[in-house]
């Protein structure tokens, strides 16, 4: 049934209006973007390329095999708790040296169901202003939703200044009767920039010392790539003991799906009784588990590891060689551009490790994404509303199985762009015009 009258015509203004100010999501072509493409991939969040991993797959194969169950859950947790779920969540606690594990069908429906259910009625979420929207759409279903609060990116002295007005502003957060909850993530998808965690840490307690300041850090991207044998940042830098809660996804490096929350067993039970996006819906498939529990064993086996360090050399080499080469060619950084974090020359021993996200900044993403296309590679352009205005990029994701020709490939690729670019446009070097918008292939990816 198609949808007339009033509803068809707002749903139809709705996208039209997308679709004049370039914004309208479309879902990327299978062809170009599965990970059996014939494209290079610079898209996927599959740092580790397990998702191709032999190894994975046949481990994966022959645990099924041997499983005693391997379909549908057969309903939520709280009605059919499978053998193997308890398993893998006793294992991940120990894994991830917390004190419980919970698991959730994804990352998004954990940072819903945790934000939405904890935050008490007087407390306050303070989060980075580029906090992922599953904690946005948590916080506004819960208690505090008219008590959010954003802090500049990865800026302690913004943070700062956020918590003690709050804290002036509050008298219960002074006197310990409601709390503060301070959502960040370890590596930030878009920007590919590491959260200060032991400052913030520092900040937090420093400014809550009656213990009512509470971290909780979304380690999606971090998971399986930082951290010994990939346990994240929060236990490299040995802050497990500072932090309330955190979440591990499986849908990136493991190459999964699902996602767990460590925390302690009070939180875990509050969560099992208040949280809507756990009880009300189906647990993830015993097939699920199998594949997350083997995406663990490569963890576990030192597979992870290897393929980690190989995919920070790659970042390291990426950044190393393009950086001089847009200067050598005279490309103007308002047309082609790393971000400043990512000028310096970087490598495993500085003090933020090389990240597998890389913005190519420029204002024209989807010329840039389409030329690298017609070349054989996937890097997808990323404009606003995802990422804020006059920041538009292409988002390089680098993976362990790229190979250091294909990543001569993307920085030859992106040099041509922009020197023919220039070429053609010598008057307009960084101002996007209505060409450019028409010129890419792709939409944005969220
Ligand atoms: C920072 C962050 N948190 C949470 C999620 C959600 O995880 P999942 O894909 O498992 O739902 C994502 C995925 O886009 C993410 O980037």
């Not at 939703?145 to 956020?162: E, G, K, M, T």
């Not at 380690?219 to 790539?225: C, K, L, M, R, V």
Request: charged share 20%; aromatic share 8%; glycine share 8%.
């Amino acid at each position: 049934m198609d949808p007339k009258g009033a509803l068809g015509s707002r749903i139809q203004a709705a996208l039209s209006s997308r679709d004049e100010r370039w914004i309208r999501r479309r879902l990327p072509d299978p062809n170009t973007s599965s990970s059996s493409s014939p494209l290079i991939d610079f898209n996927s969040n599959d740092y580790l390329s397990l998702a191709n991993s032999s190894k994975l797959r046949s481990l994966f194969l022959e645990k099924l095999a041997a499983a005693p169950d391997v379909l549908g859950s057969g309903g939520s947790r709280l009605l059919v708790n499978g053998k193997a779920h308890a398993a893998l969540e006793a294992r991940l606690a120990g894994f991830f040296k917390g004190d419980t594990a919970l698991l959730f069908n994804s990352g998004f429906d954990a940072n819903q169901g945790f934000f939405a259910c904890v935050p008490q009625p007087g407390d306050v979420v303070v989060y980075d202003e580029y906090i992922h929207a599953s904690v946005h759409d948590g916080v506004r279903a819960s208690r505090a939703r008219d008590a959010q609060f954003s802090f500049s990116h990865n800026s302690i002295p913004d943070l700062r200044c956020v918590l003690h007005r709050l804290k002036d502003e509050r008298p219960g957060l002074r006197t310990g009767e409601t709390s503060l909850f301070l959502s960040v993530e370890s590596l930030y998808s878009m920007d590919g920039t590491f959260s200060p965690l032991r400052e913030i840490v520092d900040v937090l307690e420093e400014t809550f010392p009656l213990k009512n300041g509470y971290l909780v850090v979304d380690e999606a991207h971090s998971t399986g790539i930082y951290g010994p044998q990939g346990r994240g940042r929060v236990v490299e830098l040995g802050l497990e003991d500072r932090v309330l809660a955190r979440l591990h996804t499986f849908g990136k490096a493991l190459a999964a799906t699902g996602a767990v929350i460590i925390t302690n067993t009070l939180i875990r039970d509050y969560l099992l009784n208040y949280a809507r996006s756990l009880i009300y819906t189906t647990s993830l498939s015993y097939a699920n588990i199998v594949a997350a529990d083997c995406s663990f064993d490569m963890l576990m086996d030192g597979t992870a590891q290897h393929l980690s360090n190989r995919l920070q050399g790659l970042s390291s080499y990426f950044c190393n060689t393009l950086n001089p080469l847009l200067k050598a060619n005279n490309i103007p950084p308002t047309l082609v551009s790393l971000p400043v974090h990512f000028q310096q020359p970087s490598s495993s021993t500085s003090a933020s490790p090389p990240s597998p996200i890389i913005p190519v900044l420029t204002p024209h993403p989807r010329p840039l994404s389409a030329y690298l296309l017609a070349l054989g590679m996937n890097a997808r352009p990323i404009t606003w509303p995802t990422v804020p205005k006059g920041k538009d990029r292409v988002r390089v994701c680098l993976h362990a199985g790229n190979t250091q020709e294909d990543l001569d490939k993307l920085i030859q690729g992106i040099i041509s762009w922009a020197e023919e670019t220039m070429r053609e446009r010598p008057a307009q070097k960084g101002v996007a015009s209505s060409r450019d918008r028409h010129g890419g292939l792709l939409e944005s990816k969220l």
